[in-house]
């Protein structure tokens, strides 16, 4: 990885895994396995807050915490976080209603033959944010991810010192 911008890798390889984890949070609440969930928004874990969690720790672990991009990141993640669980899930909670909605709206329909109302043939998505516990969820796995790397960073660095290669 020594030509590759590990902070990138770092943040994206948490993404992945924080997706591919929805996979089994999904079968343990559910009893079955759903491989759609790892391409899905929402879900357990946060995938937004992995991947931010993990590249905040991962500069403030190299960088310090008093560093301009430690602060860039943490400040960033923030907003990530607090999108993903504030207006994102809000929308999906709207979104719920209105799909509730159009529902009652077939069935009054079939009820008032007058009454035309053609129904949409795909409802809005409603899963779009997340509770809490799964932004939570996400940034514990994205700090402890971002410090991982930058120890095995931190250690690649200590073998290079000891024995420099070639290049």
Wanted: hydrophobic share 45%; glycine share 10%.
């Amino acid at each position: 990885m020594k030509n590759m911008n590990r902070g990138i890798i770092t943040a994206l390889g948490a993404i992945g895994i924080a997706q591919g984890l929805k996979v089994l949070t999904h079968k343990k609440l559910t009893g079955k396995w759903d491989w759609k969930q790892a391409f899905t928004t929402g879900g357990m874990p946060s995938s937004h807050s992995a991947g931010v969690a993990a590249l905040a720790s991962y500069v403030a672990a190299n960088k310090g915490t008093r560093h301009t991009e430690t602060a860039v990141a943490v400040v960033f993640g923030t907003i990530v976080m607090y999108d993903a669980q504030g207006i994102r899930r809000h929308t999906g909670e709207i979104a719920q209603l209105v799909n509730d909605l159009e529902d009652s709206f077939v069935a009054i329909s079939g009820d008032f033959p007058s009454f035309e109302y053609v129904q949409r043939e795909v409802e809005l998505k409603e899963l779009l944010g997340h509770q809490p516990v799964e932004v939570l969820g996400g940034a514990i796995l994205g700090v402890f991810l971002g410090l991982l790397s930058a120890k095995i960073e931190n250690k690649e660095r200590e073998v290079e010192k000891i024995s420099p290669t070639m290049d």
